[in-house]
Each structure stands twice: as structure tokens, then as C-alpha cells.
T-cell receptor, first 113, second 113 residues
């Protein structure tokens, strides 16, 4: 199995439910945020991103919300499917000049049929 | 297909035996980096490179070396591996400008005995 999951917070949902995964970031100067999905045995895959001049962005079945006041980021997945089961990471870019992504520890999403 | 390719995917080695993990990207990205992933600690940056012949330490560089002789390749070198370097390693690439998605390889699971 994937060692990354051993100490992760876990969110368990039923298929068809909406899921909300939360992330707190640390640097108020961070200007860009990404959510990644990591399935067992694979590398992180991009889901959706948002810049600090926005507070909401929608993709296909996913929405990212950004609250800069409390430095909080959330990922909402609509109509969660078993294929959504994975570890989800948020990442913040801490340098406005060039890439400096810092990753959270992740949340494991378990979707039951 | 845009991708980051790491080799090998799995490696078991003995303490002190030098090894190299290769990473190659086909997206003409300037920025490449190496991360290690450990339970409860998320993804931590080992080294990064902003362009050919330009490399710098990340957050956990001890015991590792890198080189960037060509834009597409960014090998990770462990001159004298130790058991505390047992981990899951990921290579990533992106454009240099902050605020762009990073693409990840499939990972290399390294065990040092």
C-alpha cells in the first residue's frame, strides 16, 4: 500500500454525496493555490487551481473556495464517486516571483458504494 | 503526451551503495524539483533547479545531490544512501514563473537496508 496514508485525516462518504476537504495555509503572502489528487501507486495529479485575487473557482464536479481572511482553502467534490477515493493535497505558492510550492500533509477520501 | 518520467519505479539497495534516480520531462519546463514523501510529513522539497546549471537546496537536502546538464533531465544522486532515506520520491516540473501547475512523475519507492 501507499505509505503516505498512514497518519492522514480521513473523510469517509457515501457514493453520490458531496465531499468537502479543507486545508489551512500558513503564508498570507501566498498568491496561488493548487489541489492535487494522489491515487495509490501514482504521482500527484492536478485537479484545480485558484489565484489569490479570486475566492471561488469551479471545474467539472469540483469547486475550490479561498478565504484569505482566515487563510483557508477548501475543495468541494459534487456527487462523489468511488473513483474519487484518493489522497488530496493542497499546495500554496509562497513566492510571487517564481515557483515555491509548499504542500499540506493531505486528506484521505474514502468513498463507499 | 506531456509527462515526467522517473526511473526506476522501485529500488532496494544497501547502505553506502551509490545510486541515481533519473527524471526526464518533455514539456520544455525550466523549473524541476525533487520531493520525498513520508507518512505524516507530506511532500518535502529536496532540491530544485530553475534552469540548466542552476540548482539550489530545498528544505531537506542533506544526503542528496542533483545535476542539471540538460533542460529535460534532472537526476537525483544518493552518494552514500542510509536507511533514513527510505522513502517515496517524486520528480516534478513546471514553468519558472510562480503560479503555474507542477507536473509530477509516477514516483520511485526507495528502500535502503
Amino acid at each position: 500500500g501507499e505509505s503516505v496514508g498512514l497518519h492522514l485525516p480521513t473523510l469517509s462518504v457515501q457514493e453520490g454525496d458531496n465531499s468537502i476537504i479543507n486545508c489551512a495555509y500558513s503564508n498570507s503572502a501566498s498568491d496561488y493555490f493548487i489541489w492535487y489528487k494522489q491515487e495509490s501507486g501514482k504521482g500527484p495529479q492536478f485537479i484545480i487551481d485558484i489565484r489569490s485575487n479570486m475566492d471561488k473557482r469551479q471545474g467539472q464536479r469540483v469547486t475550490v473556495l479561498l478565504n484569505k481572511t482566515v487563510k483557508h482553502l477548501s475543495l468541494q467534490i459534487a456527487a462523489t464517486q468511488p473513483g474519487d477515493s484518493a489522497v488530496y493535497f493542497c499546495a500554496e505558492n509562497r513566492d510571487t516571483g517564481f515557483q515555491k510550492l509548499v504542500f499540506g500533509t493531505g486528506t484521505r477520501l474514502l468513498v463507499s458504494p | 503526451e506531456a509527462q515526467v518520467t522517473q526511473n526506476p519505479r522501485y529500488l532496494i539497495t544497501v547502505t553506502g551503495k551509490k545510486l541515481t534516480v533519473t527524471c526526464s520531462q518533455n514539456m520544455n519546463h525550466e523549473y524541476m524539483s525533487w520531493y520525498r514523501q513520508d507518512p505524516g510529513l507530506g511532500l518535502r522539497q529536496i532540491y530544485y533547479s530553475m534552469n540548466v546549471e542552476v540548482t539550489d537546496k530545498g528544505d531537506v537536502p542533506e544526503g542528496y545531490k542533483v545535476s542539471r546538464k540538460e533542460k529535460r533531465n534532472f537526476p537525483l544522486i544518493l552518494e552514500s544512501p542510509s536507511p533514513n532515506q527510505t522513502s517515496l520520491y517524486f520528480c516534478a516540473s513546471s514553468f519558472l514563473l510562480g503560479g503555474t501547475e507542477a507536473f509530477f512523475g509516477q514516483g520511485t519507492r526507495l528502500t535502503v537496508v
